[in-house]
């Protein structure tokens, strides 16, 4: 229940009192707390369905919209606030004469606030096997109406469409004799427009997927949009982008899920490149079933392994390569407990995200107040979005899995089963690897764990070189993961003579087969996967 005392004190010129409100809400969170502070003040309520009978319920006197129109709600709800007794109490001019002239001639009575929040519109049309009819229904009509009409004439009326601002205005009335500023209407006019933006792109985007009315809506996720609407509010704004010149800010969908609306458990703000790296990590880590864990640096791993235990994946992952861990991100498919944050806790790290952590891992870490530790709940990534000048590039997110039984192999020799496992394993971390990539891998105590990563090359014999290069582990007995096809033998010649045993690698090049050739001659096992993963930006 909100309290507050009334200040009588002088009120300001440019406030407008509140004396009739039209409540009409589908998310009925803290409204009767809200209209008890509007009945507080003498504020005469009016309602509509479903939420008057919530209000009565809880002892509020309400007029029924049909009060105030003279006219009955009709055709199951469609048409109750559609009518000029509401929106000429809503949009004429407390100061224009005419104005004054013609609602007083037609018994208009002035709505000093409007309270709305639209049909859940985007859940209905997102619901599997949805019916059409269903989707056309929650397409709300009236309240958008109602929204935008008290928007526009914000100089005299409020319009309120989130319950997370019922607290702040009943603050404010408390603090003005049940009065609101110009400046309270005017940031709620300007985030009623953004609501109504955002509502009518959602039913054009979903609209848009159906290519007959009627039946069943089918939501195909493969097919891209004929147009993309990117309507997403500001979460926060961030010290400063990649570099401290750069200036940035997080936005969000405003679901409680994936890296930009995860939970900040403790530790510094988060940095640009900290979200972009987190980001990766999440992705990597998420291709795992069996617990793994992914170090990443400048968004490419630098260690991935899975483990029988948290605590056992993670050591194996920053064996990898422990030098370039340092100052990483870390990613954990699994909660995170005390065995584990004992060890992560030895290694300067910056942030690290998973779904959960215990009660006893996050007494372990408190110690290191700097440790950002963000909790996370998995989000489904349907498009990539990538902004080029003049313009916006987008793709379907790269959610291909592999199986052993899909993969082709061309070489004379099969890989062992643990040739195999290793493979997948190396093919799942190459696909978050920038291009060119080249990732060499093992499979031991029956789980995979990184031995080499050449990130970013220019030529793929590079990627080879350099991945051996940055090997810590010995390479003898490993396996490697190409991103892309060696357009010659020479790349998979570096790999061989680095100890690679097996290579998985999409083929596809007009030089297959003086690969699959050489690879005979070098007593190598190789897989074709027929799936290409570049990774560009």
Known sequence: ?????????????????????????????????????????????????????????????????????????????????????????ILHIRDNAEHLTS???????????????????????????????????????????????????????????????????????????????????????????AVTAAYDAGIATALESIETPGGKAAFSQEQLPPTIRVIQPILKTLRYGENPHQKAALYTDGSKNGIANARQL????????NIVDLDACWELVSEFDEPAVVIIKHTNPCGASTGATVVEAYQRALESDPVSAFGGVIGINREVDAAAADEIAKLFVEAIVAPSFTAEALERFATKKNLRLIEILPAETRRILKQVSGGLLVQNADQLRIKAGELKIVSKRNPTAEESRALLFAWRVCKHVKSNAIVYARFSNGHGQTVGIGAGQMSRVDAARFGAMKAVLPLNG???????????????????????????????????????EAADRLGIAMAFTGVRHFRHG
């Open 266 to 273: 403790q530790g510094k703000e988060l940095s640009y490149n």
């Open 103 to 193: 609602v007083a001639e037609h018994h208009i009575e002035p709505i000093d606030m409007v309270v709305v929040n639209l049909y859940a519109f985007e859940n209905t049309a997102n619901r599997p096997g949805v019916a059409f009819a269903d989707i056309i229904e929650n397409i709300d009509i009236g309240g958008p109406s109602m929204v935008r009409s008290a928007a526009k004439n914000f100089a005299d009326v409020a319009i309120v469409t989130s319950g997370t601002d019922y607290a702040r205005l009943a603050d404010e009335m408390a603090a003005n004799s049940g009065s609101l500023s110009h400046s309270t209407r005017w940031t709620l006019a300007k985030k009623a427009f």
């Open 478 to 516: 490993t396996v490697a993961a190409s991103d892309a096809f060696f357009p010659f033998a020479d790349g998979l010649e570096v790999v061989a003579k680095a100890g690679a045993t097996a290579v998985i690698q999409p083929g596809g090049s007009v030089r297959d087969a003086e690969v699959v």
């Open 1 to 89: 229940m909100i309290e507050h005392d009334i200040d009588s004190s002088a009120v300001s010129t440019d406030l407008r009192q509140i004396r009739r409100a039209l409540l009409s809400v589908t998310d009925k969170t803290g409204l009767v707390d809200f209209a008890r502070i509007l009945a507080s003040f003498d504020v005469d309520l009016v309602s509509t369905g479903g939420t008057a009978r919530t209000l009565r319920e809880a002892g509020l006197q309400v007029r029924d919209i049909s009060d105030l129109t003279g006219f009955p709600e009709m055709l199951d709800g469609r048409v109750k606030t559609l009518h000029p007794k509401v929106h000429g109490g």
